[in-house]
T-cell receptor, first 113, second 114 residues
């Protein structure tokens, strides 16, 4: 069964600090991995998309890594800001159809002053 | 572009009533998705349309749920009759399938069935 597991479930950090969120997946076949940011009351917004050949991709203070061999990904947030408080969802595309997305349950990040 | 537009943003209805959620995808996108999000289950795909044709509706919970896409710029998700367990946030998303292309989500409709 295709699954995406994220850790930690929730995280509280001080403003200005760095943090790393983890994602493990068992989706096969694999097409790409996406990280989304979901603010409270809003829809998910794409941060990065990586194919199996990409090891790292950055979007401002967000850097995603992918190890297709171990089926692991991480999202590193540098110099956190209060606006980074949100849920971060790891999503893997693949499976039976290219449109098939398997969603993780998300990591709820709270950045406090 | 205004992005994916969903309406209403919030809907409160009584059990047994019919509920219709609406979605306007991004112009030029050929794929549209309806998702449901709950705390327990996260985001789940309900139905996927490609070029206005339903391709995969295996996620539709039961016959009470139906979805239509009469044209490339409009889709509806209908629940009839609604039940309290249908309470969730329903998202519409559109994409240009065929490339490693991002999915753009709407802001969602928060449905509460009392």
């Amino acid at each position: 069964k295709n699954q995406v597991e994220q850790s930690p479930q929730s995280l509280i950090i001080l403003e200005g600090k760095n943090c790393t969120l983890q994602c493990n997946y068992t989706v096969s076949p694999f097409s790409n991995l996406r990280w989304y940011k979901q603010d409270t009351g809003r829809g998910p917004v794409s941060l990065t998309i990586m194919t199996f050949s990409e090891n790292t991709k950055s979007n401002g203070r967000y850097t995603a890594t992918l190890d297709a061999d171990t089926k692991q990904s991480s999202l590193h947030i540098t110099a956190s800001q209060l606006s980074d408080s949100a849920s971060y969802i790891c999503v893997v595309s693949g499976g039976a159809g290219s449109y098939q997305l398997t969603f993780g349950k998300g990591t709820k990040l709270s950045v406090i002053p | 572009d205004a992005g994916v537009i969903q309406s209403p943003r919030h809907e409160v209805t009584e059990m047994g009533q019919e509920v219709t959620l609406r979605c306007k995808p991004i112009s030029g996108h050929n794929s549209l998705f309806w998702y449901r999000q709950t705390m327990m289950r996260g985001l789940e795909l309900l139905i996927y349309f490609n070029n206005n044709v339903p391709i995969d509706d295996s996620g539709m919970p039961e016959d009470r749920f139906s979805a239509k896409m009469p044209n490339a710029s409009f889709s509806t998700l209908k629940i009839q009759p609604s039940e309290p367990r249908d309470s969730a946030v329903y998202f519409c998303a559109s994409s240009l399938i065929g490339a490693n292309y991002g999915y753009t989500f709407g802001s969602g409709t928060r449905l509460t069935v009392v």
